[in-house]
């Protein structure tokens, strides 16, 4: 990657796949935007970019490398597979750019103490997974026809799917009379089976039907 392509990703602005930081001041909270590229659809991670985007470099750049690297190393599991490229912008600054495809083995989670957080990516911020998100990424990773009767539950989350478009966790829950975990199981299933299709959300999550 030469110093022009940095640029380049840099004058896009952060989104969906590029997120921007100065310094890696908190890297165990900057690994989470590692976990949201591989858990989603990829990224790159630049170090050394101001939010504007200005390509404005970071003294001892190495420094910086080698605090993300032992983070990604200890923090992250499965372990996680990345391309670093790192270019001097002169005697003094530098930049990093670790690129993130996305992970055949996600989820991918941040190991906190006793507590394991997958984060997936919405829009330009990495937000913490919903159990039914995790689920669907750790079962999505092996795809095999799904088997599911078309009951009364279902029946009814189709009839509210045909009236509002989108629903709830919550709000199929009330209206089926199920328990949560029951109306989660449900809607787990038919992401999987291609009948619906999850929209993650930083507050909560919504379900539509798959055209």
Known sequence: MTLQEVKLLAAKGEGQRIEFKKKATYPEKIVRELIAFANTSGGDLL???????????????????????????????????????????????????????????????????????????????????????????????????MVFTYGNKEEILMKALGETDKITLKEFAKLAKLPKFLASKTLVRLTLANVLLIHPQESEDFFTLKE
């Open 47 to 145: 170090i050394g970019v101001d939010d504007d985007g200005t390509v404005s470099g970071q003294r001892y750049i190495e420094e910086e490398i080698f605090v993300m690297e032992r983070a990604i190393k200890e923090l992250i599991f499965p372990p996680l597979d990345y391309e670093l490229f790192s270019l001097k912008l002169n005697e003094k600054k530098g930049v990093a750019v670790f690129k993130i495809s996305v992970s055949p083995n996600r989820p991918h989670y941040l190991k906190e103490k006793d507590r394991k957080q997958a984060f997936i990516r919405v829009a330009d911020r990495s937000v913490q997974a919903s159990r039914e998100v995790w689920e669907i990424l750790r079962r999505g990773k092996n795809p095999r026809d």
